[in-house]
C-alpha cells in the first residue's frame, strides 16, 4: 500500500523507544485523552441517550401503553388502518404531545420504540461485521501472506457492490425477514472493518517497538494482543460509531422506500418517514409526521459521528516516533 | 511488458466479475422461482428461458438469454409500461439515468478538487474546516431523508414549484430525455420542465457524490502530507504551487482513480434512491418499480446493467491507471 | 551568545538555547532543553550521538519542520543572522501551556506568516536532507522532473548566467583559464577549477574532451585554442534575450525573498528607520518584476511551460552530472525513470545530489549514509566531501550516530546526549583526548571493537538505554549509567565549558559550572 515497503528490509532493531514505555499504557491513555474531546463527549452524550431509550423498555416494559409485541405499530399503539385521515396536530394530550401520524398513532412513543428496532438492527450487523472484520483483519495485517491476499480481494469483491440495491431486492422479492436481513448485511459489512484494522495493524506493525518485543523472544500472539491490539484501538472504536450510524441509514432507506412487507408496520425511523409522505398526505403541510421521525433519525446519526470523528482524534497522541518522518 | 500482464489480468478480473454477477443473479432467479414460480412463468411470457432445466442446464440458458436480449417481460401492474418487455423498459431509463450520471460528475469533479487544495496548508484553516464540515455532513444526512424533505417541502407544499413530472408525458421521444428532446423538438415547455425535474436530483446526486469522493480525495492528500516526500518538498524550498499540484493534488487524484468502483458503486447506490424518491424516471426508478409490481426480470436486469457500468468503470480504471500511474505496480490485482 | 553580534560573518548557523518538546500519552518529553551551537562557515560540523539523542528532533526543528505533536517551544536559530524563531513570547507561552499540560495553538495568522518566510529561507539558504532520504523522493514524478523542478526554482538565475556566459565567452576567457589552472600547484585542484568553469559556462557535453585536452596537452602552447574549439562546438546561438529577461526576474526574485527576511528581522528589531528604508525597496523592486510579467507565470513556464526549453535542458545536464559526481552512471534513461523502479543505494546518492543541486548555503544531513555498507557509505561521502570542497561558502551539519562517518569528513565534532551537547571538539581530539564519560565510553568501545580478532579483549559497553525523555533523571541525564557519577552530578546540569582550546567539556570532572535552571 505504502511505497515504503520496499524499504522494510533496511529497518534496524534499535534501542527500546518511548513508545515501549508507552505501550502498557496505551489503553487507558487513549480513553483519557479521547474524553478530553469536545467532539468525543458531546457525541457520547448524545449517543448514550439513544442507546438509554432504546434500552428503555426492557427496564420499563410496557412504558409507552403498548399492549403485545411491539414490532407491528398497528396492535402495539392501537392504530388501524381505516383510521379517519386527519391527523392529530402537535401539542396533541398524552402520547399525542408531537402530534399523530398516519393510522392514527401518536409520533412520540412509535418514534421511542423506533429506536430500539434501528438500534436492534445496527447494533446487530456491527457487532458481528466488527468481530469478524476485527480478528481477520488483525491476522491479515500481521501476518500478511495468502490471508492477507484473500482479505484483500474480499473485501474489493464487496466494496464493489450496490449494497442497497442488493438490500432491497433480497428482501423484497425474497421475503426477508428482520433478523435475515441483518445476517445479510453483517456478511456485506465485515470487509470494511477488516480492511481498517489490517491497514492500521500493518503500520504499527512496522514500528519499531514491536521488532524490539519479537527480538525479547515473544510468540506472535502475545506480541498481537499486548501490542498491536491497543493501538488499533482508537481507529477501530471510531470506524464502529461511525458504521452504525452507516447501517442505521441503511434500514432506513430501505423502509422508507417500503420495500419488504414483513416490516412495513414495524416501528422503524425510516417506516415512519415513509408514512409521512404517504397518499393522504400529499399536497397538505402536515409536515410533522415526516420532519419529526426524521429530525430524530439525524440526531442519531449525529451523534454517532460525533463520537466516531472525536475517537479519531485521540490518535494523534499515540506515538511520536512513528509520527516524525 | 509488464504492462501488457497488469492488462491481462485485469481483463481476466472483469470476465471473473460478469461471471460472479451471472451467478448472483442467477441464483436470484432461482429463488424468485422457487417462491413464486407462477409468476416468474408470467413474465418469462413462455419464451424459451430454459425453465424446466434442472437448475444447472437452466443456468446457461440464462447466461443466453442475457447475451440475446431475452429479458422477460414486467408485470402487468407495473405503471403505464405494464406488460412491455424489460428491454424496452430498460431502453426507455437507461438515457436518463447515464444524463443524470455524466452531468453531476462533471459538476462534482471541479468541486472536489477546489475543496482538496484546501488541504494543502500547514495549519487548520477556513477551507480546510470547510471541507471538513462537507464531508461529515454528507456522512450524517442520509440521502432519503434530504430528498424527501426537498420533495415534500418544495412540493407537496406548492408553495415554490408543482410537481413537474405532471407536466412531462411518460415518456418522451427520441432520446427521452426531457431537456433534449424538449429542445429537439422545439417545445421549450417541455425542456423547461425537463429541467424542474431534473434539478433536484442533480443538486442531491452532486453534493453527496462529492462529499464521498472528497472523503477519498482527502485521504490520498493526508496520506502525502505524512509522508517523507513532502517534507523533502519543504526543505527543498519548492514553489508552492509545485507542492500542490505535483505532490498533494496528484497523490488525490491517483487514490481517487483507486478507488473508481468503490466510488461508482456508492453513485449508482445514490442513484437509486434519489430516482425512487424523485421519481425520475431512470434506470434506478425502473429498478424500483419492479420491486414494488414484482417485476423479477426486471430488478434482475435492472442490476445487471448497474453491474455492467461498474465492472467496465472498473476495468477501464484499472487500465488507465497501469498506464499512468508510476505507483501501480505488478503485484496488486485491484491497485 | 549575544545575537546579531559578530554572529553573522562567521557562522551561517547558530542554534542558541533551542527547546523542542513533544506531547506524548505519558506527558511531555522534553526533548531537547537548551540545545546551542555554532556552525561556521564553510565548515562540515559533525553531530554524534546515540539512538535517542534527540539527533532528528534537532535536524528539523533547526529548519522549522518540527510537526505536532513536537513542539519549539523556546530558544533561537539565527540564519544568516536571522533568528528564526524570533517571536519569543508566543513560544514562552506555547512552552508553559505544553508544560501545564494543554496543547495550544496559536494564532493561524502568526503559523502561516511564520511558514510564508520560512520558505524564503529552506532551499536556497538552508536545507534538510531527512535520515532514510531514499523514501523522500515523490514517488509520483520522474527523477528528471524531480531535478528540474528543484534546480529551476532556486538556481534558475545562475543556469541563465551559465548560458548567457557560454554563448559569450571568448578566447582570451579560455586563456585566463589555463594560467589560473596552472598557477593551481596539486592535480585535484586543477581539475576542480576546470570542472568548476566548465559548470559555470554550461558546458556538459563536451566535458570529457576538455579535460583530455588539459590531459594531452597540458603545457603546450595550443592548450588554449584546443579548448576553446572544442568548447565552441557547445555554443548554440539561442536566444539571449529570453535568457536575460529570465535571469532579472529571477534575480529580482530572490532579491525581494532576501528583503522580506531583512524586513521581518528589522520589524522584530524595532528598527524604525530601517524598515521604512527595506519597505521602500522591496516596493520598488516588487514594481520592477511586476513589469516584467506575472513572475509565477514565468516560474511555471521556465520549469514546465513549452518556452524556455533550452534552459531546462541545460538544467537537466547539470542534474546528470552532478549525479555523475556522486557515483551515478547514467545509462541514459535514470532521468525517465521513477523512484520505485530504483534501488535504495541509488536513491540516497539521488536524494542528497538533488539537496545539492539547489546549491544551498547551509545543508544539514541526518544520517546520509543510513545503513549501506561500507563501501558505499565511503563512495557517498566523498563525494559529498568533493561537493563541498568545490564551493567556497557551503557549511554543513551532519548528523550521525555512526562515528567512522563523521571522522571520515567532519572538520569539527559534537556529541549529543539526551538532547544536550555534552562535547565539543575537533575530530582528532575526539578520538584522542575526549573527555566526557559517555564520549570515551563510546571511542573505547570503538577502538575495541576494532580489534576483534583478539579474543581477550572483553567488549565494554556503556551499560542501560538512554533516558526516558518524559522523567529524564535529574541533573547531568547521563548520571546513572556514568562510572564516575558523584553527588552533585544527580542534583544539577553542567553547563558545557572549554577545556582548552576548542575543546569543550559538560561534565563536573573538568568544570564546576552549572547551568541555570530555567
Not at chain 2, 407537496?156 to 428532446?181: A, C, G, Q
Amino acid at each position: 500500500m505504502s511505497y515504503t515497503d520496499k524499504s522494510e528490509g533496511e529497518e534496524r532493531l534499535e534501542a527500546p523507544t518511548v513508545t515501549m514505555v508507552l505501550r502498557s499504557r496505551q489503553a487507558t491513555k487513549s480513553v483519557k485523552v479521547s474524553l478530553a474531546n469536545v467532539s468525543a463527549i458531546s457525541g457520547a452524550v448524545i449517543t448514550a441517550f439513544y442507546l438509554v431509550i432504546g434500552l428503555l423498555d426492557m427496564v420499563f416494559p410496557g412504558y409507552l401503553g403498548t399492549s403485545g409485541s411491539m414490532s407491528n405499530a398497528l396492535t402495539a399503539f392501537h392504530g388501524s388502518l381505516s383510521s379517519p385521515s386527519n391527523i392529530v396536530s402537535l401539542g396533541g394530550s398524552g402520547w399525542y404531545i408531537l402530534g399523530g401520524t398516519l393510522y392514527g398513532l401518536p409520533i412520540l412513543p412509535v418514534m421511542l420504540a423506533a429506536v430500539k428496532f434501528d438500534l436492534a438492527f445496527s447494533l446487530f450487523v456491527v457487532v458481528v461485521s466488527s468481530l469478524i472484520g476485527l480478528v481477520v483483519g488483525l491476522y491479515a495485517g500481521f501476518f500478511g501472506g495468502i490471508i492477507d491476499r484473500i482479505l484483500t480481494e474480499i473485501s474489493n469483491f464487496f466494496l464493489q457492490i450496490p449494497l442497497i440495491g442488493l438490500a432491497i431486492m433480497v428482501s423484497y422479492l425474497l421475503g426477508f425477514s428482520f433478523f435475515d436481513l441483518a445476517i445479510a448485511t453483517s456478511i456485506a459489512w465485515w470487509p470494511i472493518f477488516g480492511v481498517i484494522v489490517r491497514n492500521k495493524a500493518r503500520s504499527v506493525k512496522r514500528a519499531t517497538f514491536v521488532a524490539s518485543a519479537m527480538a525479547s523472544g515473544d510468540t506472535p500472539t502475545k506480541i498481537t494482543f499486548r501490542h498491536i491490539f491497543p493501538s488499533i484501538l482508537p481507529d477501530f472504536a471510531a470506524s464502529v460509531f461511525i458504521e452504525l450510524g452507516i447501517v442505521v441509514q441503511l434500514i432506513a432507506t430501505v423502509d422508507f422506500l417500503n420495500l419488504d412487507p414483513a416490516f412495513r408496520y414495524m416501528p422503524e425511523l425510516g417506516n415512519m418517514m415513509s408514512w409521512g409522505v404517504s397518499s393522504t398526505l400529499l399536497g397538505t403541510l402536515t409536515w410533522w409526521p415526516l420532519v419529526i421521525p426524521g429530525l430524530f433519525l439525524l440526531g442519531f446519526t449525529l451523534g454517532v459521528f460525533l463520537l466516531g470523528a472525536g475517537l479519531k482524534r485521540s490518535i494523534r497522541y499515540k506515538t511520536w516516533r512513528n509520527d516524525q518522518r | 511488458m509488464k504492462s501488457s500482464l497488469n492488462i491481462g489480468k485485469r481483463v481476466f478480473i472483469a470476465v471473473i466479475e460478469l461471471l460472479a454477477l451471472l451467478i448472483f443473479l442467477y441464483a436470484f432467479l432461482l429463488s424468485a422461482e422457487y417462491t413464486n414460480r407462477s409468476m416468474v412463468l408470467l413474465q418469462s411470457a413462455g419464451t424459451s428461458m430454459g425453465l424446466n432445466q434442472n437448475s444447472f442446464a437452466q443456468f446457461f440458458y440464462f447466461v443466453k438469454d442475457v447475451f440475446t436480449g431475452n429479458w422477460g417481460y414486467v408485470a402487468s401492474n407495473y405503471p403505464t409500461l405494464g406488460g412491455f418487455s424489460v428491454m424496452a423498459v430498460i431502453g426507455f431509463s437507461l438515457p436518463q439515468t447515464i444524463f443524470l450520471l455524466a452531468i453531476s460528475l462533471l459538476v462534482s469533479v471541479p468541486i472536489v478538487i477546489l475543496m482538496g487544495i484546501g488541504y494543502s496548508r500547514r495549519v487548520n484553516t477556513t477551507t480546510r474546516a470547510a471541507s471538513n464540515l462537507y464531508i461529515a455532513l454528507g456522512m450524517v444526512f442520509p440521502i432519503f431523508l434530504v430528498g424527501a424533505f426537498l420533495r415534500f417541502f418544495l412540493y407537496n407544499t406548492s408553495l415554490i414549484i408543482s410537481e413537474p413530472t405532471k407536466n412531462l408525458p411518460y415518456w418522451t421521444f427520441p432520446t427521452h430525455i426531457p431537456v433534449i428532446d424538449g429542445l429537439i423538438h422545439g417545445n421549450y415547455a417541455m425542456a423547461s420542465s425537463g429541467i424542474l425535474v431534473f434539478i433536484i436530483p442533480l443538486l442531491l446526486m452532486v453534493f453527496f457524490s462529492s462529499s464521498f469522493m472528497l472523503q477519498i480525495y482527502r485521504s490520498g492528500i493526508l496520506k502525502s502530507l505524512n509522508q517523507g516526500y513532502l517534507g523533502s518538498a519543504s526543505s527543498l524550498g519548492l514553489p508552492r504551487w509545485i507542492v500542490v499540484r505535483n505532490y498533494l493534488m496528484i497523490k488525490g487524484s491517483s487514490e481517487l482513480f483507486r478507488y473508481i468502483p468503490t466510488v461508482m458503486t456508492s453513485i449508482l447506490t445514490f442513484e437509486i434512491v434519489v430516482e425512487a424518491i424523485m421519481t425520475y424516471r431512470g434506470l434506478g426508478w425502473a429498478f424500483y418499480e419492479s420491486i414494488i409490481t414484482g417485476s423479477y426480470f426486471g430488478a434482475i436486469f435492472a442490476l445487471f446493467v448497474f453491474g455492467i457500468v461498474i465492472i467496465i468503470s472498473s476495468f477501464l480504471s484499472g487500465i488507465i491507471r497501469i498506464l499512468t500511474d508510476p505507483e501501480a505496480s505488478g503485484g496488486e490485482l485491484y491497485g | 551568545m549575544m545575537p546579531g553580534s559578530a554572529v553573522t560573518a562567521e557562522s551561517p548557523l547558530v542554534v542558541d538555547g533551542l527547546k523542542s518538546y513533544f506531547i506524548t500519552l505519558d506527558g511531555v518529553a522534553k526533548v531537547l532543553t537548551k540545545l546551542s551551537f555554532n556552525l561556521n562557515k564553510s565548515e562540515i560540523l559533525g553531530v554524534f550521538g546515540e539512538s535517542r539523542s534527540g539527533k532528528t528532533v534537532a535536524a528539523r526543528s533547526i529548519v522549522d519542520l518540527l510537526r505536532s505533536p513536537g513542539y519549539v517551544v523556546g530558544g533561537a536559530v539565527y540564519i544568516d543572522g536571522f533568528n528564526i524563531f524570533r517571536d519569543v513570547k508566543r513560544l514562552d507561552k506555547l512552552g508553559a501551556a505544553i508544560s501545564s499540560g494543554k496543547e495550544k495553538k496559536s494564532g493561524v495568522r502568526r503559523l502561516n506568516e511564520q511558514e510564508e518566510l520560512m520558505s524564503l529561507l529552506r532551499g536556497k539558504t538552508i536545507t534538510l536532507v531527512s535520515e532514510h532520504a531514499y523514501g523522500s523522493l515523490n514517488p509520483m514524478q520522474t527523477i528528471g522532473d524531480q531535478f528540474r523542478e528543484a534546480i529551476l526554482s532556486q538556481n534558475a538565475s545562475e543556469i541563465c548566467q551559465s548560458i548567457i556566459q557560454r554563448e559569450e565567452f571568448t578566447l582570451e576567457d579560455v586563456e585566463k583559464l589555463v594560467s589560473t589552472v596552472e598557477q593551481q600547484p596539486d592535480l585535484p585542484g586543477r581539475k576542480r577549477i576546470i570542472r568548476q568553469w566548465m559548470t559555470d559556462h554550461a558546458l556538459f557535453d563536451t566535458r570529457d574532451m576538455i579535460m583530455n585536452a588539459f590531459d594531452f596537452k597540458y603545457g603546450q602552447e595550443d592548450l588554449a585554442q584546443e579548448v576553446f574549439f572544442i568548447a565552441s562546438t557547445e555554443k548554440m546561438k539561442t536566444d539571449l534575450e529570453e535568457a536575460r529577461n529570465v535571469k532579472s526576474a529571477f534575480d529580482l526574485h530572490s532579491r525581494i525573498s532576501r528583503l522580506k527576511v531583512d524586513l521581518a528581522r528589522a520589524t522584530a528589531d524595532k528598527d524604525v528607520e530601517l524598515v521604512k528604508d527595506l519597505q521602500t525597496d522591496l516596493n520598488n523592486t516588487e514594481g520592477r518584476l511586476k513589469s516584467l510579467g506575472s513572475f509565477e507565470k514565468i516560474q511555471k513556464s521556465v520549469i514546465s511551460g513549452s518556452k524556455h526549453s533550452f534552459i531546462r535542458e541545460i538544467a537537466l545536464k547539470y542534474a546528470s552530472n552532478l549525479l555523475r559526481d556522486f557515483g551515478v552512471v547514467d545509462s541514459g534513461s535514470l532521468l525517465e525513470s521513477y523512484p520505485h523502479d530504483l534501488g535504495n543505494v541509488l536513491k540516497q546518492k539521488i536524494a542528497l545530489a538533488l539537496a545539492f543541486s539547489i546549491k544551498p548555503k547551509v545543508m544539514i544531513l541526518d544520517e546520509p549514509t543510513g545503513s549501506f555498507d561500507v563501501n558505499t557509505k565511503l563512495k557517498i561521502l566523498s563525494s559529498i566531501k568533493e561537493e563541498h570542497r568545490s564551493r567556497n561558502d557551503l557549511s554543513i551539519l551532519i548528523f550521525s550516530k555512526d562515528l567512522t562517518v563523521l571522522s571520515a569528513i567532519s572538520d569539527r565534532v559534537l556529541v549529543m546526549y539526551s538532547g544536550n551537547v555534552i562535547e565539543e571538539s575537533t575530530m582528532d581530539v575526539l578520538i584522542h583526548d575526549s573527555k566526557h564519560p559517555f564520549t570515551s565510553g563510546v571511542i573505547n568501545t570503538f577502538e575495541a571493537a576494532e580489534r576483534v580478532s583478539d579474543k581477550t579483549i572483553k567488549l565494554e559497553y556503556t551499560p542501560g538505554f538512554a533516558p526516558d525523555f518524559v522523567n529524564p533523571p535529574k541533573g547531568c541525564r547521563f548520571n546513572p549509567r556514568c562510572k564516575f557519577r558523584m553527588d552533585m552530578c544527580s542534583i544539577r546540569k553542567p553547563l558545557l565549558s572549554s577545556i582548552s582550546e576548542g575543546h569543550k567539556v559538560a561534565c563536573f570532572l573538568y568544570s564546576e559550572a552549572v547551568e541555570e535552571e530555567r
